[in-house]
Protein backbone atom coordinates (compact mmCIF):
# COMPACT_ATOMS: atom_id res chain seq x y z
CA UNK A 1 0.00 0.00 0.00
CA UNK A 2 1.17 3.24 -0.88
CA UNK A 3 0.25 6.61 0.47
CA UNK A 4 1.32 8.81 -2.41
CA UNK A 5 -2.45 10.79 -2.28
CA UNK A 6 -1.38 12.36 0.71
CA UNK A 7 2.21 14.14 0.65
CA UNK A 8 4.25 16.50 -1.84
CA UNK A 9 6.49 14.65 -4.36
CA UNK A 10 9.88 15.57 -3.64
CA UNK A 11 12.19 17.07 -5.38
CA UNK A 12 15.06 15.77 -7.53
CA UNK A 13 16.81 18.33 -5.66
CA UNK A 14 16.14 17.07 -2.18
CA UNK A 15 19.23 15.30 -1.76
CA UNK A 16 21.91 13.00 -3.62
CA UNK A 17 23.42 10.00 -2.17
CA UNK A 18 27.54 10.98 -1.78
CA UNK A 19 29.86 8.18 -2.76
CA UNK A 20 27.89 5.22 -4.50
CA UNK A 21 31.05 2.89 -3.69
CA UNK A 22 30.09 2.72 0.34
CA UNK A 23 29.25 -0.58 -0.26
CA UNK A 24 32.20 -3.43 -1.35
CA UNK A 25 29.42 -5.86 -2.12
CA UNK A 26 26.73 -4.55 -4.42
CA UNK A 27 25.05 -6.96 -7.16
CA UNK A 28 23.62 -4.31 -9.53
CA UNK A 29 19.82 -5.80 -10.76
CA UNK A 30 18.52 -4.68 -14.10
CA UNK A 31 15.30 -3.45 -12.75
CA UNK A 32 13.32 -4.18 -15.77
CA UNK A 33 13.32 -7.88 -15.12
CA UNK A 34 13.04 -7.71 -11.58
CA UNK A 35 9.33 -8.68 -10.17
CA UNK A 36 7.67 -9.72 -7.15
CA UNK A 37 6.86 -13.20 -8.33
CA UNK A 38 10.41 -15.67 -7.57
CA UNK A 39 10.12 -17.48 -10.91
CA UNK A 40 10.86 -13.60 -13.00
CA UNK A 41 12.74 -12.02 -10.21
CA UNK A 42 16.15 -10.35 -11.31
CA UNK A 43 18.50 -11.92 -14.23
CA UNK A 44 21.54 -9.68 -14.01
CA UNK A 45 23.69 -8.76 -11.51
CA UNK A 46 27.01 -8.01 -10.88
CA UNK A 47 29.67 -7.15 -8.70
CA UNK A 48 31.22 -3.48 -8.96
CA UNK A 49 35.12 -2.41 -8.14
CA UNK A 50 35.44 -1.17 -4.41
CA UNK A 51 36.99 2.85 -4.66
CA UNK A 52 39.77 2.66 -2.42
CA UNK A 53 38.87 6.42 -0.73
CA UNK A 54 35.73 5.52 0.44
CA UNK A 55 34.77 7.18 3.69
CA UNK A 56 32.72 4.00 4.97
CA UNK A 57 32.18 1.25 4.14
CA UNK A 58 28.64 -0.65 3.87
CA UNK A 59 29.84 -3.99 4.59
CA UNK A 60 28.63 -7.30 6.84
CA UNK A 61 29.99 -5.73 9.64
CA UNK A 62 27.53 -2.96 9.63
CA UNK A 63 25.28 -4.83 10.27
CA UNK A 64 25.16 -5.84 13.98
CA UNK A 65 22.57 -6.93 16.02
CA UNK A 66 22.34 -3.90 17.83
CA UNK A 67 18.78 -3.15 16.06
CA UNK A 68 17.17 -6.36 16.91
CA UNK A 69 18.41 -6.79 20.18
CA UNK A 70 17.29 -3.16 21.79
CA UNK A 71 14.33 -2.40 18.99
CA UNK A 72 11.27 -0.81 20.65
CA UNK A 73 8.51 -2.68 21.02
CA UNK A 74 6.31 -2.89 17.75
CA UNK A 75 2.98 -1.57 19.00
CA UNK A 76 4.47 1.51 20.42
CA UNK A 77 3.10 4.86 17.97
CA UNK A 78 5.85 7.55 17.64
CA UNK A 79 5.86 10.91 15.66
CA UNK A 80 8.84 10.68 13.10
CA UNK A 81 10.15 13.10 10.26
CA UNK A 82 10.39 11.07 7.08
CA UNK A 83 12.18 11.89 3.76
CA UNK A 84 11.12 10.19 1.04
CA UNK A 85 13.66 8.95 -1.74
CA UNK A 86 13.84 7.09 -4.63
CA UNK A 87 16.04 3.71 -2.66
CA UNK A 88 15.67 1.53 -0.06
CA UNK A 89 17.15 1.73 3.22
CA UNK A 90 17.51 -1.73 5.37
CA UNK A 91 18.51 -2.19 8.99
CA UNK A 92 22.03 -2.12 9.50
CA UNK A 93 23.24 -0.33 5.77
CA UNK A 94 25.02 3.09 5.30
CA UNK A 95 23.32 5.50 3.93
CA UNK A 96 25.50 8.53 2.50
CA UNK A 97 23.37 11.79 1.47
CA UNK A 98 23.97 15.09 0.41
CA UNK A 99 20.73 17.81 1.37
CA UNK A 100 20.17 20.72 -0.01
CA UNK A 101 16.53 21.33 -0.55
CA UNK A 102 15.17 23.91 1.78
CA UNK A 103 12.16 21.80 3.91
CA UNK A 104 15.40 18.98 4.42
CA UNK A 105 17.80 21.89 5.79
CA UNK A 106 15.07 22.75 7.99
CA UNK A 107 14.65 18.79 8.82
CA UNK A 108 18.77 18.40 9.70
CA UNK A 109 18.86 21.50 12.21
CA UNK A 110 15.87 20.35 13.83
CA UNK A 111 17.12 16.68 14.10
CA UNK A 112 20.86 18.03 14.77
CA UNK A 113 19.35 19.54 18.14
CA UNK A 114 16.91 16.54 18.69
CA UNK A 115 17.84 12.37 18.29
CA UNK A 116 19.30 12.47 14.52
CA UNK A 117 17.10 9.69 13.37
CA UNK A 118 14.19 10.40 10.53
CA UNK A 119 12.64 8.07 8.17
CA UNK A 120 13.77 7.12 5.01
CA UNK A 121 10.80 5.64 3.34
CA UNK A 122 10.39 4.67 -0.52
CA UNK A 123 8.91 6.49 -3.52
CA UNK A 124 8.65 6.73 -7.47
CA UNK A 125 6.48 8.19 -10.08
CA UNK A 126 4.50 4.44 -10.74
CA UNK A 127 4.26 2.83 -7.72
CA UNK A 128 4.21 6.16 -5.07
CA UNK A 129 5.39 6.61 -1.64
CA UNK A 130 5.39 2.99 0.34
CA UNK A 131 4.10 2.61 3.67
CA UNK A 132 7.03 0.68 5.08
CA UNK A 133 10.53 2.64 5.62
CA UNK A 134 12.93 2.59 7.63
CA UNK A 135 15.19 4.60 10.57
CA UNK A 136 18.05 6.24 9.31
CA UNK A 137 20.19 7.76 12.33
CA UNK A 138 22.61 10.21 11.46
CA UNK A 139 26.47 8.85 12.53
CA UNK A 140 28.78 11.43 11.23
CA UNK A 141 27.63 15.34 9.72
CA UNK A 142 28.92 18.30 8.07
CA UNK A 143 27.47 21.62 7.63
CA UNK A 144 28.55 23.33 4.63
CA UNK A 145 29.48 26.87 3.94
CA UNK A 146 26.32 27.31 1.85
CA UNK A 147 24.05 25.86 4.62
CA UNK A 148 24.29 22.24 2.80
CA UNK A 149 24.61 19.28 4.68
CA UNK A 150 26.78 15.93 4.07
CA UNK A 151 25.35 12.93 6.02
CA UNK A 152 26.43 9.27 6.66
CA UNK A 153 23.23 7.49 8.25
CA UNK A 154 22.56 3.90 9.35
CA UNK A 155 19.63 2.03 8.97
CA UNK A 156 17.86 0.99 12.25
CA UNK A 157 14.48 -0.37 12.71
CA UNK A 158 11.65 -0.80 10.55
CA UNK A 159 8.56 1.29 10.59
CA UNK A 160 5.02 1.28 9.30
CA UNK A 161 3.17 4.39 8.64
CA UNK A 162 -0.53 4.62 10.38
CA UNK A 163 -1.35 8.10 9.52
CA UNK A 164 0.31 11.56 8.42
CA UNK A 165 0.74 14.63 10.90
CA UNK A 166 1.91 17.38 8.41
CA UNK A 167 3.22 17.66 5.08
CA UNK A 168 4.83 20.83 5.89
CA UNK A 169 7.63 22.09 5.93
CA UNK A 170 8.44 18.51 5.42
CA UNK A 171 6.52 15.20 6.55
CA UNK A 172 5.86 14.20 9.66
CA UNK A 173 3.68 11.21 10.22
CA UNK A 174 2.60 8.77 13.29
CA UNK A 175 4.67 4.98 12.92
CA UNK A 176 4.47 1.79 14.51
CA UNK A 177 7.97 -0.41 14.79
CA UNK A 178 8.03 -3.69 12.10
CA UNK A 179 9.73 -6.91 13.09
CA UNK A 180 9.64 -10.15 12.13
CA UNK A 181 7.46 -12.65 13.59
CA UNK A 182 8.94 -15.26 15.68
CA UNK A 183 8.00 -19.06 14.75
CA UNK A 184 5.95 -20.78 17.05
CA UNK A 185 8.70 -23.91 16.86
CA UNK A 186 12.01 -21.87 17.48
CA UNK A 187 14.57 -24.31 17.71
CA UNK A 188 13.57 -26.29 13.96
CA UNK A 189 13.17 -22.72 12.98
CA UNK A 190 17.17 -21.42 14.01
CA UNK A 191 18.22 -24.16 11.91
CA UNK A 192 16.39 -23.88 8.94
CA UNK A 193 17.52 -20.28 8.75
CA UNK A 194 20.95 -20.77 10.01
CA UNK A 195 20.81 -23.19 6.88
CA UNK A 196 18.80 -20.93 4.44
CA UNK A 197 21.47 -17.74 5.88
CA UNK A 198 24.23 -20.35 4.68
CA UNK A 199 23.13 -21.72 1.50
CA UNK A 200 22.31 -17.75 -0.08
CA UNK A 201 25.94 -17.16 1.57
CA UNK A 202 27.44 -19.41 -1.02
CA UNK A 203 24.90 -18.35 -4.28
CA UNK A 204 26.28 -14.84 -3.45
CA UNK A 205 29.80 -16.06 -3.78
CA UNK A 206 28.94 -17.73 -6.66
CA UNK A 207 27.46 -14.79 -8.17
CA UNK A 208 30.23 -12.59 -7.14
CA UNK A 209 32.54 -15.03 -8.60
CA UNK A 210 30.80 -15.49 -11.76
CA UNK A 211 29.94 -11.41 -12.43
CA UNK A 212 34.12 -10.82 -12.26
CA UNK A 213 34.71 -13.74 -14.62
CA UNK A 214 32.21 -12.44 -17.24
CA UNK A 215 34.17 -8.74 -16.09
CA UNK A 216 37.68 -10.36 -17.03
CA UNK A 217 38.59 -9.49 -13.64
CA UNK A 218 40.92 -11.92 -11.87
CA UNK A 219 39.96 -14.85 -9.98
CA UNK A 220 40.37 -14.35 -6.04
CA UNK A 221 38.82 -15.92 -3.34
CA UNK A 222 35.98 -14.62 -1.98
CA UNK A 223 36.00 -13.67 1.82
CA UNK A 224 33.51 -14.71 3.88
CA UNK A 225 30.34 -12.73 3.27
CA UNK A 226 28.61 -13.77 6.64
CA UNK A 227 30.51 -12.62 9.21
CA UNK A 228 28.93 -14.79 12.41
CA UNK A 229 25.70 -12.68 11.60
CA UNK A 230 22.10 -14.13 12.82
CA UNK A 231 19.79 -14.50 9.82
CA UNK A 232 17.81 -11.39 10.26
CA UNK A 233 20.72 -9.18 9.71
CA UNK A 234 22.05 -11.03 6.95
CA UNK A 235 18.76 -11.11 5.60
CA UNK A 236 18.87 -7.30 5.58
CA UNK A 237 22.35 -7.19 4.24
CA UNK A 238 21.89 -8.94 1.26
CA UNK A 239 18.83 -7.26 0.25
CA UNK A 240 21.26 -3.90 0.47
CA UNK A 241 23.26 -5.86 -1.89
CA UNK A 242 20.01 -5.81 -4.72
CA UNK A 243 21.35 -2.54 -6.57
CA UNK A 244 19.00 -1.34 -9.39
CA UNK A 245 16.10 -3.06 -8.51
CA UNK A 246 14.47 -0.96 -5.59
CA UNK A 247 11.06 -2.11 -5.70
CA UNK A 248 12.28 -5.91 -5.04
CA UNK A 249 14.17 -4.34 -2.20
CA UNK A 250 11.56 -2.63 -0.71
CA UNK A 251 9.03 -6.35 -1.21
CA UNK A 252 12.14 -7.77 0.98
CA UNK A 253 11.81 -4.93 3.42
CA UNK A 254 8.20 -5.11 3.91
CA UNK A 255 8.53 -9.00 4.54
CA UNK A 256 7.91 -9.82 8.76
CA UNK A 257 9.52 -13.16 8.28
CA UNK A 258 13.32 -14.02 8.22
CA UNK A 259 12.68 -17.48 6.46
CA UNK A 260 10.48 -15.81 3.49
CA UNK A 261 12.85 -13.11 3.41
CA UNK A 262 16.01 -15.56 2.58
CA UNK A 263 13.79 -17.64 0.59
CA UNK A 264 13.18 -14.92 -1.79
CA UNK A 265 16.50 -13.92 -1.82
CA UNK A 266 18.25 -17.08 -2.49
CA UNK A 267 15.58 -17.58 -5.20
CA UNK A 268 16.73 -14.70 -6.71
CA UNK A 269 20.43 -15.41 -6.68
CA UNK A 270 19.78 -18.86 -8.00
CA UNK A 271 18.00 -17.21 -11.12
CA UNK A 272 20.79 -15.24 -11.48
CA UNK A 273 23.54 -17.81 -11.26
CA UNK A 274 21.70 -19.60 -14.07
CA UNK A 275 21.76 -16.66 -16.23
CA UNK A 276 25.33 -15.75 -15.01
CA UNK A 277 26.49 -19.79 -16.04
CA UNK A 278 24.51 -19.37 -19.39
CA UNK A 279 26.46 -16.12 -20.33
CA UNK A 280 29.54 -17.34 -19.38
CA UNK A 281 28.93 -20.72 -21.80
CA UNK A 282 28.16 -18.17 -24.24
CA UNK A 283 31.23 -16.43 -24.03
CA UNK A 284 33.70 -19.37 -23.86
CA UNK A 285 31.83 -20.52 -27.40
CA UNK A 286 32.04 -17.45 -28.78
CA UNK A 287 34.74 -15.11 -26.53
CA UNK A 288 35.24 -12.90 -30.01
CA UNK A 289 31.73 -11.73 -30.14
CA UNK A 290 31.01 -12.03 -26.58
CA UNK A 291 33.90 -9.18 -26.08
CA UNK A 292 32.76 -6.81 -29.01
CA UNK A 293 29.11 -6.77 -28.16
CA UNK A 294 30.45 -5.67 -24.56
Known amino acids: MAFSQLIPSPSSSSSLPHNPSLNPVRLSINPNLASSTPQHRLNILRRRRRKPNSILRCSASSFSEKHHTNSPKSDDVVELPLFPLPLVLFPGAILPLQIFEFRYRIMMHTLLH ?137 ALLELEDTAARLKREKETLRNTLNYLTAASAVKDVFPSSSSSSS
Not at 118 to 124: L, N, Q, S
Not at 161 to 185: C, G
Not at 214 to 229: A, F, T, Y
Open 114 to 250: TDLRFGVIYTDSVTGTADVGCVGEVIKHERLVDDRFFLICKGQERFRVRSVVRTKPYLVAQVTWLEDRPSPSKDTEELDLDGLATEVETYMKDVIRLSNRLGGKPEKEIGDLRRNMFPTPFSFFVGSTFEGAPREQQ
